[in-house]
């Protein structure tokens, strides 16, 4: 079986970024669109989440390689910042818990101080100031 599927995606593109993207997006109009009781927005939105997941899996069976890859590129070039953003907000939720982040009174520059080391003086890398904040 595993040869099987192997042998049939010999020379085709597979999946990437994009293809994932277009499935969950396809899958998530389809199953909104089904919230809607008014039948027009209903069926549009089923055709549209269904054409999401058709482009998807002719994207994964193509042959045409360069092409598909050109289109994750461009695909990966515009959603860069936000991507970037949400591995932004995930860092920051990994960190706050371990440290607890402040922001100078003086210059507003934020502070990061590892938690549980009780009442502490913090001193601002930036423009010196010090004040005291419980980590
Ligand atoms: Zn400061």
Redesign the pocket.
């Known amino acids: 079986m595993k040869e099987k599927i192997a042998r049939v995606m010999q020379g085709r593109y597979g999946v990437d970024s994009l293809s994932k993207f277009l499935l969950v997006c396809g899958l998530v109009v389809v199953f909104g669109a089904a919230l809607f009781d008014n039948v027009l927005i209903s069926s549009l939105g089923n055709l549209l989440g269904w054409l999401f997941v058709i482009y998807c899996y002719f994207r994964l069976f193509s042959r045409n390689v360069a092409k598909r890859y050109a289109e994750n590129q461009a695909f990966l070039a515009k959603t860069y910042k936000i991507r970037c953003f949400f591995y932004r907000q995930k860092d920051i939720l990994k960190q706050r818990r371990v440290y607890h982040i402040y922001q ?1 009174p ?2 507003k ?1 934020k502070i990061r101080i590892p938690r549980g080391k009780g009442k502490i003086e913090v001193r ?1 890398p ?2 010196s ?1 010090t004040f005291i904040k419980k980590s």
């Open positions: 100078c003086g210059c520059q601002c930036k423009c100031t």
